[in-house]
């Protein structure tokens, strides 16, 4: 959180911190597992390598991640929602209960055509 910016609308805060293109599906999985890098790959097999990299490089700098690096050979990292990011799972909860409405909303349109 150390980049605060100035917003005009309070909309545009979580928007601008979850609105990158895997931001929300990361924190998504994060919410109730700790996951190393090749396990959220396989999650979001769409997301390249270095896009999902960045994604997790942006939420670790907004500090709604946790990034543990143990000191084994081969190294191993974990990500796993800070205490910080835990307050955001309200929002990916309603996020889904609207992502859901609209799919039966849009399966329900699709069979009547």
């Not at 500090?63 to 910080?84: D, G």
């Not at 996020?95 to 849009?106: H, P």
């Amino acid at each position: 959180m150390s980049n605060i910016k100035t917003f005009n609308c309070p909309i545009e805060a979580p928007i601008s911190i979850i609105g990158g293109k895997y931001k929300a599906i990361i924190l998504y999985h994060l919410i109730d597992n700790t996951l190393r890098f090749n396990e959220l790959q396989k999650l979001i097999p769409q997301a390249t390598p270095k896009m999902l990299t960045q994604q997790l490089r942006e939420l670790e700098s907004d500090e709604l991640i946790n990034r543990t690096v143990y000191p084994v050979v081969p190294p191993k990292t974990e990500y796993s929602l800070s205490e910080f990011g835990k307050s955001i799972i309200p929002v990916i909860d309603a996020m889904c209960d609207w992502g859901n409405n609209y799919l039966k909303k849009a399966e329900t349109q699709n069979s009547l055509i």
